[in-house]
């Protein structure tokens, strides 16, 4: 499973942002999706994840201003951000768990600035 994800950039505190992440290679084996952020001097975190069948769960410090959502019919996975705050700043990942190895993407910077 190869994942590419796009979008992030830089935005000003209270701003908004989007990301991508379309999976590719073996789909099938692929069961939920997440992203997860490194911000630096940070360990990697769990931001969202959403199951294939559509469940979804938060971290408390993005709840009720990120939407994590797939699309199963374009093996994509997506993560609306919202009311972004500096401490928002992070490289982000998107995340596929499988049977093996996670699969993992390569990583897209998120800059919020004050």
């Known amino acids: 499973v190869q994942l590419q994800a796009s979008g992030g950039g830089s935005v000003q505190s209270g701003g908004s942002l989007g990301l991508s992440c379309v999976a590719s290679?073996?789909?099938?084996?692929?069961?939920?999706m997440a992203w997860y952020r490194q911000a630096p001097g940070k360990q990697r975190e769990l931001v969202a994840s959403?199951?294939?069948?559509?469940?979804?769960t938060y971290a408390d410090s993005v709840k009720g201003r990120f939407t994590i959502s797939r699309d199963n019919a374009k093996n994509t996975v997506y993560l609306q951000m919202n009311s972004l705050e500096p401490e928002d700043t992070a490289v982000y990942y998107c995340?596929?768990?499988?049977?093996?190895?996670?699969?993992w993407g390569q990583g897209t910077q998120v800059t919020v600035s004050s």
């Open positions: 290679g073996n789909i099938f084996s692929i069961g939920a």
């Open positions: 995340n596929a768990k499988r049977i093996g190895p996670d699969a």
């Open positions: 959403v199951a294939n069948g559509g469940r979804t």
